[in-house]
Structure formats: structure tokens, C-alpha cells
């Protein structure tokens, strides 16, 4: 587990569902003695995993102590606030967050928008300028981190600017002084990562859940704040920027004349479409410039990871685009610094493996021909052949494939059942037998050995032609209470045993012994008697208790009794040998 990590697994919590596997889009999970861990070199902290996972094992870093220490040592802290929060805390005052987010110890606040306004004039000045072809945003973190590790073929076609939340940052820091702090607040998780690998220029980011507990925490609610005219965003109000949380909000901002219909700008958002858009583009030769919008999340940001709201993402992108400020008449902006930036290719390099590998792989879950490889999912991969390349790779395990453990969990019921010298038969609410022994035919009778040998188990024979006490099996199944230690005159003998639920109202299990036998005599009486000495013992116990005597003479007494008892029974096998 790497905790430093933005997401890392509470292994105690892992619950081998392999949910985090199954929508996991780069699959960058890696499963050890039943537990998922997330590889960072895969991973692109797109947060499907946190979201997914049903016992909560997924977690988010959580980096308030981080920031709490930023606000102890700094003497300021300036707060970056992702355009997403008008959607996150619907019918506050933008001065009542901005009051509240002060008596955490933040000396001002500021919107990430204005980072994202300065994007947006260095695009529209690219573009005037761009050769024909297809041009990446790199505005979201985590759609970066997907081209640069599994599709580093489009690399270099990702725009070569820093994210508005580094932009950003250096606008304050060039402001307001290189030794103050900067703390992006938002959904997003890769930002995280982003401000681990630039910490000279954003020291910390947290969540909006991070934000809510530290202001449960210090007993801050925003909403009872006053409105306060003078509380405002520094160094001013975002404008266009305020709409980048939203899908399509980035191209707006780059020209007021962009429209839908406009085929030189294009928006996906989820990271299946992203794929989807990145399928076979290396072969589109455009005749214009064409600008790409990617955003990992589906709809954009206002339905990040770790957002608050959960609702309606109409209601969360009208409340986005009803407040922005769109200033039609000074679009596109002119560029006012440099913000360029490098991304390199750290392609995620996996192993090939010949047809001879796979197959041996498959053949460790029971898998030997096409038929067997159910493409079930239930591992998470796509396919059997999938799966078994992670075997390879040692990013999963055997005990992953449902249909292995099924059948390595049948074999072993069927040792079990072969093993147990008592008869043992399973039948379905239809009393229909699912399995049983080789024991329990030959309690029946030889006609029944002849049907198991011709079809072991007897799998599919109805109970009530087999055997003449069948309703002791419907008793159980309609009542759901067990019949147990029942003596059963069957044949000219005397079965005893005990009908049992498995699955209430649908499958019922049955024990019989024979103790007609003379050793099973022998056992039963011993076992009668045992059972006879332990309840009087009980007795004479509370008995020597109130009087305040010893039992324990009174126990040796009674097992000699049982001793003697067992030898007077004459031993079949004994008297067959002499």
C-alpha cells in the first residue's frame, strides 16, 4: 500500500468484491492475498474506484493536517477555489464562503478560474497560429495523466500549457509575494498529484468532503455567516473562466464566436468517451486547426470524485453557467504571462505473452477449452484471456475467477461427500436429488448403486421414487425446521438420521446411518448411553454442588459402567477373523 499516494486501499476494509477492478478504465489495480492495491504508475486518479467501492476501502489522502500546518507556519494562505463550488454549496453567498473559509486561518480567497482565463487566451492564440491538425487540452490533470501513460502515441498532441490551478498560482504568487502559500480546494483527486509534483507552486490541495469535515470540526456552518459586502474574491471575480467545471465550459471560454457546430472545437467528458475520441485518431488529417476538450469526468468537474452534491448535473451546470460573467465583447483574450509546460510520455509498458503462456495461465483456473472461458467478468476484466494475463503479470490471483472457485468449491464438497461414512443425499425444493453419496445408494438398496454408477450423484432422480420417507424432506422445506436423530424403519431396518435446511424453503440435506449393523449397534448404544451419563452427570453436579460434596467418584463410576458395557457387545468383525 502506498499511503502517499493520493488514493491508497484501508486493506481491513477490502472486501474481495473486485468492483474497483471491474471499473477501473486502465484496469490499474493489482489484487494480493485478496486485497486490491492501486498502482500509481497506471493509475490516473480518476476516482472511479473511491466512487465504486462498497466498503468505503477506497480512500481518499486526506491533507487538512497538512494545511493546518501551511496556516501555522505561513504568515499567508491564500485559498484556490475551483469554479465548482456554486454547485456544491447551493444558495450560499460567494462572501459567506469566503467569511467562512477566514476563521479556518486562510488570509484571502481567490477563484482557480482566473488560472483558467489565461488558459484560455494562450489556446485561442495557438489555434490562430496552429498548422492543421488535432490539439489535446491539458486541463484536466487526470485526462493528462491517461495519454501520457496508456496513450503516449497522442502526447505530444496535448496543448503544452500548465492546468489553471497552476496558472493560477503563480498569478497570486506574482501578486501577492513568492512566500506566500497557495491551497486548491475542489473535487478533484488528481489535483493532488498535480500539487505533489509542483509544490513551489501549489503547497496543498484538499477536497470539498475535506473542506465540509474541517468545517464540522471547527463548528463552522457557512450558511449562518452574514453576507458581507467588502467579502470578496481577490485579486477579482472570475468571468468566462467560471465556466471550465462544465463540459463544453472551456471552449467557451476560448472564443465568443465557438458553437457547437463548429468543427474546429470539440468536448468529451468520461473516460470511456475520451477513449472512444482517442480510437483511431492518429489516422485524422483535419484541414483546420481542431481543439479537443477532455474532461475525465462525465458531464466535467461539477461531477468530480470527491464532490459534495450528487444531484442533478442540469441543475449543477445551470447553477455554473447562470454564474459566470461572459464577456463576449473581450473575447479572445490576449495572453498576459508564460505558462508553458513539458509533458513527457511515461508510457505504462506491459509484458507480452505467446498464445503457449496464456493458455498455460488459463489452464490454472480449470480453463482447457474456448467453451470454458465464460467472459463472465465477474474477476473484473473484460475476458477470460484478459485475466489470465494479469495472472501472468501478478496483478491478480486464481481465487479472483468465480467459475474456478465454484468448481474447486464443488470437488472438494465431493471429497467431503465421498469421505462421510454415512449416506448423504442433497435435494431442491422440487425433491429432486442435487447430489449424494455413494453411502446413501447403498443404504438404499442395490437398484439405487446401479443408477449411481450410471450417474454419479444421481443428479436429477426424484427423492420420492428413490426413497418411501420422501415427506420428512417436503416437512423441512415447507417448515424450514430440521427433523433430527429420527429412527426410520426402512427394509427390515432401522436407518437413523436427520434432514436438515442448507438453503431455507429451497435445498435440504439428509444423514442416514444404518444401525441395524452390529458395529453401528455397538456405536449407537455407546453413543445413547454417553449421552444418558452426561445429562445425569449434570445432575449429580448441581446435586453435590447444594450439598457440597465431589462428583467426580460418581463420573468414574459411570464411565467403568459405559466400559464394561461396550465389551459385553459381541464385535462382528472379531468373531468373522476367528
Known amino acids: 500500500m502506498n499511503a502517499s499516494y493520493p488514493i491508497y486501499t484501508g486493506v481491513t476494509d477490502c472486501q474481495d468484491c473486485y468492483k474497483c477492478v471491474r471499473h477501473c478504465p486502465v484496469k490499474a489495480i493489482r489484487i494480493e492475498e485478496g486485497k486490491a492495491s492501486v498502482i500509481s504508475g497506471d493509475c490516473?486518479?480518476?476516482?472511479?474506484?473511491?466512487?465504486?467501492?462498497?466498503?468505503?476501502?477506497?480512500?481518499?489522502?486526506?491533507?487538512?493536517?497538512?494545511?493546518?500546518?501551511?496556516?501555522?507556519?505561513?504568515?499567508?494562505?491564500?485559498?484556490?477555489?475551483?469554479?465548482?463550488?456554486?454547485?456544491?454549496?447551493?444558495?450560499?453567498?460567494?462572501?459567506?464562503?469566503?467569511?467562512?473559509?477566514k476563521r479556518l486561518g486562510f488570509s484571502e480567497v481567490s477563484e482557480t478560474a482566473l488560472g483558467a482565463q489565461e488558459v484560455s487566451a494562450h489556446i485561442a492564440r495557438?489555434?490562430?497560429?496552429?498548422?492543421?491538425?488535432?490539439?489535446?487540452?491539458?486541463?484536466?490533470?487526470?485526462?493528462?495523466?491517461?495519454?501520457r501513460k496508456h496513450y503516449p502515441a497522442f502526447h505530444e498532441a496535448v496543448t503544452s500549457f500548465q492546468s489553471p490551478m497552476q496558472v493560477h498560482a503563480?498569478?497570486?504568487?506574482?501578486?501577492?509575494?513568492?512566500?506566500?502559500?497557495?491551497v486548491f480546494i475542489g473535487p478533484c483527486i488528481a489535483k493532488k498529484d498535480e500539487s505533489d509534483r509542483h509544490p513551489d507552486r501549489v503547497?496543498?490541495?484538499i477536497t470539498f468532503k475535506n473542506l465540509l469535515d474541517w468545517?464540522?470540526?471547527?463548528?463552522?456552518?457557512?450558511?449562518?455567516?452574514?453576507?458581507?459586502?467588502?467579502?470578496?474574491?481577490?485579486?477579482?471575480?472570475a468571468r468566462e473562466g467560471a465556466m471550465y467545471p462544465v463540459e463544453g465550459g472551456m471552449i467557451s471560454g476560448v472564443r465568443s464566436e465557438?458553437?457547437?457546430?463548429?468543427?474546429?472545437?470539440?468536448?468529451?467528458?468520461?473516460?470511456?468517451?475520451?477513449?472512444?475520441?482517442?480510437?483511431?485518431?492518429e489516422q485524422f488529417r483535419p484541414d483546420r486547426p481542431v481543439f479537443i476538450e477532455l474532461l475525465t469526468c462525465k458531464g466535467g468537474c461539477i461531477n468530480g470524485p470527491a464532490r459534495l452534491n450528487n444531484g442533478s448535473t442540469v441543475i449543477k451546470r445551470y447553477a455554473v453557467l447562470n454564474q459566470a460573467a461572459y464577456p463576449a465583447e473581450e473575447l479572445p483574450r490576449p495572453p498576459r504571462r508564460e505558462i508553458e509546460e513539458t509533458f513527457s510520455q511515461t508510457a505504462v509498458h506491459m509484458p507480452e505473452y505467446s498464445d503457449s503462456d496464456i493458455t498455460r495461465a488459463l489452464h490454472l483456473v480449470g480453463k482447457y477449452t474456448p467453451s470454458d472461458e465464460l467472459n463472465c467478468g465477474g474477476c473484473g476484466y473484460n475476458s477470460c484471456r484478459d485475466f489470465a494475463i494479469q495472472l501472468l503479470n501478478g496483478r491478480a490471483e486464481r481465487e479472483m475467477?468465480?467459475?474456478?472457485?465454484?468448481?474447486?468449491?464443488?470437488?472438494?464438497?465431493?471429497?467431503l461427500l465421498r469421505s462421510i461414512p454415512s449416506g448423504v443425499v442433497i435435494v431442491n425444493d422440487e425433491l429432486k436429488i442435487v447430489e449424494c453419496n455413494r453411502n446413501f445408494a447403498r443404504l438404499i438398496g442395490k437398484d439405487s448403486v446401479k443408477v449411481f454408477e450410471a450417474r454419479p450423484g444421481m443428479e436429477g432422480a426424484l427423492l420420492e421414487k428413490v426413497i418411501p420417507f420422501a415427506h420428512l424432506f417436503r416437512t423441512v422445506l415447507e417448515d424450514g425446521e430440521d427433523i433430527l436423530n429420527k429412527d426410520i424403519r426402512y427394509d427390515k431396518r432401522i436407518l437413523h438420521g436427520s434432514v436438515f435446511?442448507?438453503?431455507?424453503?429451497?435445498?435440504?440435506?439428509?444423514?442416514?446411518?444404518?444401525?441395524?449393523?452390529?458395529?453401528?449397534?455397538?456405536?449407537?448404544?455407546?453413543?445413547?448411553?454417553?449421552?444418558?451419563?452426561?445429562?445425569?452427570?449434570?445432575?449429580?453436579?448441581?446435586?453435590?454442588?447444594?450439598?457440597?460434596?465431589?462428583?467426580?467418584?460418581?463420573?468414574v463410576v459411570l464411565d467403568s459402567i459405559v466400559k464394561s458395557f461396550a465389551s459385553d457387545i459381541p464385535d462382528k468383525n472379531k468373531h468373522e477373523k476367528t
Open 170 to 182: 503563480g498569478i497570486l504568487k506574482e501578486m501577492y509575494g513568492s512566500d506566500i502559500a497557495v
Open 258 to 281: 465557438c458553437s457547437l457546430h463548429d468543427p474546429a472545437f470539440m468536448s468529451f467528458s468520461g473516460v470511456e468517451n475520451i477513449q472512444m475520441a482517442l480510437n483511431g485518431l
Open 215 to 237: 468545517f464540522k470540526q471547527e463548528g463552522i456552518d457557512p450558511a449562518s455567516e452574514p453576507v458581507l459586502p467588502e467579502e470578496k474574491f481577490v485579486p477579482e471575480t
Open 401 to 415: 475467477c468465480v467459475t474456478y472457485m465454484r468448481k474447486l468449491a464443488q470437488k472438494k464438497a465431493n471429497a
Open 501 to 555: 435446511t442448507i438453503e431455507k424453503h429451497r435445498i435440504v440435506g439428509g444423514v442416514f446411518q444404518d444401525i441395524t449393523t452390529p458395529a453401528m449397534q455397538k456405536e449407537h448404544i455407546i453413543r445413547k448411553t454417553r449421552n444418558v451419563i452426561e445429562k445425569n452427570l449434570e445432575t449429580v453436579q448441581k446435586i453435590a454442588y447444594l450439598l457440597g460434596e465431589n462428583a467426580s467418584e460418581t463420573q
Open 44 to 101: 490516473i486518479l480518476c476516482g472511479h474506484c473511491v466512487e465504486v467501492c462498497p466498503s468505503g476501502a477506497k480512500k481518499i489522502r486526506n491533507d487538512i493536517e497538512r494545511v493546518k500546518n501551511l496556516i501555522r507556519l505561513k504568515e499567508k494562505v491564500f485559498v484556490s477555489l475551483a469554479p465548482s463550488y456554486i454547485s456544491e454549496f447551493p444558495g450560499l453567498h460567494r462572501s459567506q464562503l469566503i467569511r467562512a473559509l
Open 126 to 147: 495557438t489555434l490562430d497560429h496552429a498548422t492543421p491538425g488535432y490539439y489535446l487540452s491539458s486541463a484536466c490533470p487526470s485526462a493528462v495523466e491517461l495519454i
Open 203 to 205: 503547497n496543498a490541495a
